[in-house]
């Protein structure tokens, strides 16, 4: 049985770049397999927490790492674009097989797992029509871009009132629309109630999106009182929650309840031997560009000791 390669890296975002380059520094016979470059942030017009970078668009930053990553491309580091892996069989005790949508196959010593997650959209009216218009994803990137601008969050658990504390940094006010009773921890929920710029709607089934140009409005249905109430606001950022891109090692790694790759997080490796995990795909409590990067690195330096020992 030949091995073809060290390690492959799955994903072409901030995890995957970052430790593709390190396991290059490292002279680590590396395949990286991935659909695009930049993950996630792709779709964001200015992100403005890239650290050493005030500001940079997600296509920009997307250009970046893949710029970065292929600077090392040679003998010792393969890049396959425009690839989805399908499948990892273990083949033995220290060799992995990886195979991709396309029907490639690759063996390998180790793996690591980057392949990020989507986050689940607004399923009504206007949402498509409004998106990075007003209507976005992610607050971190975008809260400044709406400074001293009344707006909306949608979503009742952690990540909803997470955001709504950033965005009162930035916004005149902070409506938070929630389907159920909060889902958050209750001492967060209860700091937050105390600001005078925040306010928290319960019982809602979010409706509408509405604008011209840009956002200047949701709708939603109030189910105490079965009645549509319009809330006038200057963008809408959703937090209902993410879909990690993990359906391939459902059945090799041990996987959370949300479907997120558990790992140690002293290392990042998964429940199998050989299989190190980074990113929005893992069961970290935070995922942000800066933290896939950093959790990137640290497999890369577990990696290397498991391969040379």
């Not at 695009?36 to 930053?61: A, R």
Request: aromatic share 6%; charged share 25%; glycine share 8%.
């Amino acid at each position: 049985m030949e091995i073809n390669y060290e390690l492959i890296i799955i994903g072409g975002g901030p995890a995957g770049c970052s430790a593709t380059v390190y396991a290059a520094r490292k002279r680590i016979k590396t395949l990286m397999i991935l659909n695009e470059w930049g993950g996630q942030s792709i779709v964001s017009d200015d992100i403005q927490n890239w650290i050493g970078t005030p500001h940079i668009s997600g296509h920009d930053l997307a250009e970046s790492l893949k710029k970065h990553v292929l600077e090392y491309k040679s003998d010792i580091l393969e890049v396959k674009e425009n690839s989805l892996v399908k499948n990892i069989l273990k083949k033995s005790e220290n060799v992995f097989e990886i195979e991709t949508m396309l029907g490639d196959k690759f063996l390998t010593k180790s793996i690591l797992i980057a392949t990020g997650s989507n986050r689940k959209k607004l399923d009504i009216k206007g949402a498509d029509t409004f998106e990075h218009k007003g209507l976005t994803y992610c607050a971190t990137c975008d809260g400044p871009l709406f400074s001293d601008m009344d707006v909306a969050v949608v979503g009742g658990g952690n990540a909803g009132f997470e955001s709504a504390s950033q965005l009162l940094a930035y916004c005149k006010s902070v409506t938070l629309l929630s389907r159920t009773e909060p889902r958050a921890d209750e001492i967060t929920v209860s700091k937050l109630l105390q600001n005078p710029n925040f306010k928290l709607i319960k019982n809602i089934i979010p409706k509408e999106v509405h604008g011209e140009t840009f956002v200047n409005g949701i709708t939603y249905t109030d189910t105490l009182l079965n009645q549509d109430i319009k809330l006038n606001v200057s963008a809408v950022f959703v937090e209902i929650g993410q879909i990690p891109s993990t359906d391939f090692a459902k059945d090799i790694c041990e996987l959370s309840p949300t479907q997120n790759v558990k790992i140690n997080p002293l290392t990042q490796e998964t429940s199998e031997k050989g299989i190190w995990a980074a990113g929005d795909c893992t069961d970290v409590l935070y995922h942000q560009n800066n933290i896939a990067a950093g959790d990137a690195v640290k497999a890369i330096e577990d990696i290397y000791k498991f391969l040379r020992g």
